[in-house]
């Protein structure tokens, strides 16, 4: 038995090791590490030195995009052989941070992250932010809870209606 164990670890080593150190590596990137751009980036591409693992229509694959204060300003990862892109809604200048996670051929997980900066001569000084919701006053917090109870009521009355029509129902 110990013997086989030694066989199999062996074979183990033999067959597998080499593999482990030729799983994808990050060949270039656009926008790429460190560099500052003058222009927003539609995109953000990653190219690996191999095509990434894809199985069946589910893509493992994933790059998003974090402005300053965190937030996702990336959308959907598309996958295409060796490359990897996510659009992104960039507007400001600051740093950005791209964070991935691939699937290499042989099934090991790689996961990175970077920076790009941007600093463009037509950002927008002060990003637009959500409009700014009015004040509470009394009148309106009275017309929010008349709407709110006739909706309550208006699902009562559709909830007994349901409940009536269906114990009436003739078998
Ligand atoms: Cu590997």
């Known amino acids: 038995m110990k013997r086989l164990i030694s066989i199999l670890s062996m074979l183990f080593v033999f067959f597998l090791a080499p593999s482990a150190g030729a799983h994808s590596t990050l060949v270039s990137s656009n926008p790429s590490a460190d560099s500052t751009v003058v ?15 894809k199985v069946g229509q589910e893509n493992p694959n994933k790059v998003e995009v974090f402005d300053e204060s965190g937030a996702l300003v990336s959308g959907a990862s598309v996958l295409s052989g060796a490359s990897i892109a996510a659009p992104v809604g960039i507007n400001g200048n600051g740093a950005y941070t791209v964070k991935y996670r691939v699937v290499s051929k042989d099934g ?13 001569p037509i950002a927008i000084a002060t990003p637009i932010s959500a409009p700014i919701e009015p004040a509470e006053d009394g009148s309106n917090l009275l017309i929010r809870i008349v709407v709110l109870a006739a909706l309550g009521f208006g699902v009562f009355i559709s909830f007994r209606k349901a409940s009536s029509s269906f114990g009436s129902r003739p078998r």
């Open 39 to 53: 222009d927003f980036p539609m995109e953000v591409t990653l190219t690996f030195n191999e095509e990434l693992l």
């Open 108 to 120: 090991h997980v790689v996961e990175d992250e970077y920076q790009f900066n941007v600093e463009s």
